[in-house]
Each structure stands twice: as structure tokens, then as C-alpha cells.
């Protein structure tokens, strides 16, 4: 478990800056306003939320919701990515906190969140149902999980990309490494999101649904933050 999280990290480390400057091109993009109606769709109205951003990278949820006025706490397991958030709140003049931590063991007190979000983080958790475990006690009674995820593992496209997507950048090396950590995990996981909803019944949640609209209302160009995997959205409340 702990060799994929280390090459998990590593690759991600070696992709911070640009997906540094995508995600910054993303929040003054029109995928802004779409990511915010699917989070609308969910969280709780009239009041400020405490809202857990996990697998958070360089901030976009982040961003997204303490602009909206949230109280907003991001992790990452990968050092750089964070280092990459606090430097893109700064220039968005934004204030989440952000801190290095563990998906899978995250150090907060019991029922601290009202939310909890997350994106594209849960395909490459290698204990996966110990993690829902672990969200499901920080949250507050009532509170809701909201996670944007694919079946990256199973489930792949041959959907022609533009030449400025984010994949056409990386190297012989970075792809080798993504396969590696790719044929791993897929060992780890079942096909998704049927899996997950046996394992948030297990963990102790509620109201566990999937959508699996979102990636038609998101992604409607093959444009640069194209994501050529359909994803879904898993919600469940505690």
C-alpha cells in the first residue's frame, strides 16, 4: 500500500506545474460556473459550511467554495500540490487552508465537516474502503459526502484529444509511470461506482446515490480540461 502511494506521489509531484496552470485556466474558464451548479446541486444552502476539500491538488474546489464564502480546509498527500495551492491562493487572493495529509488517515477531530468534496482522488486511493471509514466520522450528523470521480482503471476512451489537452504533455516517462500505477490499482479496486455504493453502505452512510449525467453537463467541448473517462457523482449523507 504504501510503495503506490509513493509512486502516486512522485508522479503527481512531477506534474504540479502545469496542473497548476490548468486548473487556474479552468476557474476563468466556463467549466467554473458548471463545476459550481453540480456542487449547488448538493450542499446545503443559507449558511457557511465547514467543507473538507480531499485530494484537493493545487485548490480548485477549494477555490470554488471559500469564494462562495465557505470555511475551506484542502489536503493532499503530495507536498508540491499544496506548496502549488497556497501559490495560486495567493494570486487568486483566496484564503482555504491548506495542509499535507493523507487521504486515507486524515488528522481532524470526529464531525468537524458539514461537506465533504472531492475529485478524481478516490481512483487512486489503494485502500479505498477504509477511506469512506475515515470521511464518514468527520462528518457531522446530516452532513453530506459529495465525490466527483471515473473508472479510470476499467473504463477508458479513444476520444481523439486536442493538441493543447493536458495528456499531449507528458512525457515517455510519466506516461510508463501512470500505466505502472494504473495496473496496480487495478488490482486494488472493483469496477466503480457499484462498488462504492457497497462499501458507503458498509462504512455506515445514507442516501448513497450516483449521477452519471455530470460528465455530459461538465464536458460538452473537446476542449484543454476535456476528460475523455465519463465520471459520475457519488453523493451520501451521514
Excluded at 474502503?129 to 466527483?148: C, S, T, V
Aim: charged share 30%; glycine share 6%; net charge negative.
Amino acid at each position: 500500500m504504501e510503495s503506490i502511494k509513493r509512486e502516486i506521489t512522485d508522479y503527481w509531484t512531477g506534474r504540479v506545474e502545469k496542473f497548476e496552470a490548468l486548473r487556474l485556466d479552468e476557474l476563468n474558464s466556463n467549466k467554473r460556473e458548471r463545476w459550481l451548479y453540480e456542487l449547488h446541486r448538493y450542499l446545503p444552502t443559507g449558511r457557511k459550511l465547514d467543507i473538507l476539500d480531499i485530494g484537493t491538488g493545487t485548490g480548485f474546489f477549494s477555490f470554488l467554495l471559500a469564494a462562495e464564502g465557505h470555511n475551506v480546509t484542502g489536503i493532499d498527500l503530495t507536498e508540491e500540490m499544496i506548496r502549488g495551492a497556497k501559490h495560486s491562493a495567493k494570486l487568486l487572493d483566496l484564503h482555504p487552508t491548506f495542509l499535507v495529509m493523507d487521504a486515507e488517515n486524515p488528522t481532524f477531530e470526529p464531525e468537524s465537516f458539514d461537506a465533504i468534496v472531492t475529485r478524481n482522488l478516490t481512483s487512486f486511493l489503494p485502500n479505498l474502503p477504509e477511506a469512506y471509514k475515515k470521511w464518514h466520522a468527520l462528518l457531522r450528523k446530516g452532513g453530506i459526502l459529495i465525490n466527483f470521480d471515473g473508472d479510470y482503471h476499467h473504463d477508458h476512451s479513444d476520444a481523439p484529444l486536442p493538441e493543447n489537452h493536458a495528456h499531449k504533455d507528458l512525457t515517455a516517462q510519466q506516461n510508463e509511470a501512470y500505466a505502472h500505477i494504473e495496473s496496480e490499482m487495478r488490482e486494488l479496486q472493483q469496477p466503480r461506482p457499484n462498488w462504492d455504493m457497497a462499501l458507503l453502505a458498509g462504512a455506515g452512510y445514507r442516501d448513497h446515490r450516483v449521477d452519471r449525467d455530470c460528465w455530459h453537463r461538465i464536458y460538452h467541448e473537446i476542449d484543454k480540461f476535456y476528460n475523455p473517462t465519463p465520471i459520475f457523482c457519488i453523493t451520501a449523507r451521514k
